[in-house]
């Protein structure tokens, strides 16, 4: 079965600042990696996925992710944060191309201060 | 285009009650799944539908949660006799025709409070 970790329930950067918002995961096979974001009382909504490829993956509003299969992470990054980037963050991990199996973490809270 | 839309948006139950939680999905889109979001939880995933059938119901409790996507009208998840520990957040999302791998759609989802 497949789990993802969200080591960091918060994360507090400065506006401008870069941030990083990390996963780990577990498969026993190839994973699909995926990040969402929450803003307040919405639902999630898709940032990015790995499916293969390059390991670096931009996605939406500047944000990219890194598959590092040896330290099996996909964190997610950006260069320079803005206070509008202040949700909720969900990493999920997938084994098929289904989106039934999907399994998401317990979520990062990253609040950008100006 | 309407995104997926949710209703109701809060829910307040009694121990004992029934709750219906509906979820239209995107225009064009054919498959609809259920998580429930507990607090300081992720997302767990319940059931995934088609029109008219349940494919995957491997994340729903076997008692008192029932969920269908009929031809017409919207999802519904039921929760019958509900209890304390139901109480959450409830999403819907939905894919196209096609699934996408990981991009769903979701909906800003159903508060459920049980007293």
């Known amino acids: 079965a497949q789990s993802v970790a969200q080591p960091e329930d918060q994360v507090n950067v400065a506006e401008g600042n870069p941030l990083t918002v990390k996963c780990t995961y577990s498969?026993?096979?190839?994973?699909?990696l995926f990040w969402y974001v929450q803003y307040p009382n919405r639902g999630l909504q898709f940032l990015l996925k790995?499916?293969?490829?390059?390991?670096l993956v931009k996605g939406s509003y500047g944000f990219e992710a890194e598959f590092n299969k040896s330290q099996t992470s996909f964190h997610l990054k950006k260069p320079s944060a803005l206070v509008s980037d202040s949700a909720l963050y969900f990493c999920?991990?997938?084994?098929?191309?289904?989106?039934?199996?999907?399994?998401f973490g317990a979520g990062t809270r990253l609040t950008v201060k100006p | 285009n309407a995104g997926v839309m949710q209703n109701p948006r809060h829910l307040v139950r009694r121990r004992g009650q029934e709750a219906r939680l509906r979820c239209s999905p995107m225009?064009?889109?054919?498959?609809v799944y259920w998580y429930r979001q507990l607090p300081e939880e992720g997302l767990k995933f319940m059931v995934y539908?088609?029109?008219?059938?349940?494919?995957?119901e491997s994340g729903m409790p076997k008692e008192r949660f029932s969920a269908e996507f009929p031809k017409e009208g919207p999802s519904i998840l039921r929760i019958q006799q509900v209890v304390r520990g139901d109480s959450a957040a409830y999403f819907c999302?939905?894919?196209?025709?096609?699934?996408?791998?990981?991009?769903?759609?979701f909906g800003e989802g159903s508060r459920l409070t049980v007293l």
């Open positions: 999302a939905s894919s196209p025709r096609t699934p996408t791998p990981g991009e769903l759609f």
């Open positions: 498969v026993s096979g190839n994973p699909y």
């Open positions: 790995y499916i293969t490829g390059d390991n």
């Open positions: 999920a991990v997938s084994l098929t191309y289904n989106n039934n199996d999907m399994r």
């Open positions: 225009k064009g889109h054919s498959h």
């Open positions: 539908l088609q029109k008219e059938n349940i494919i995957d």
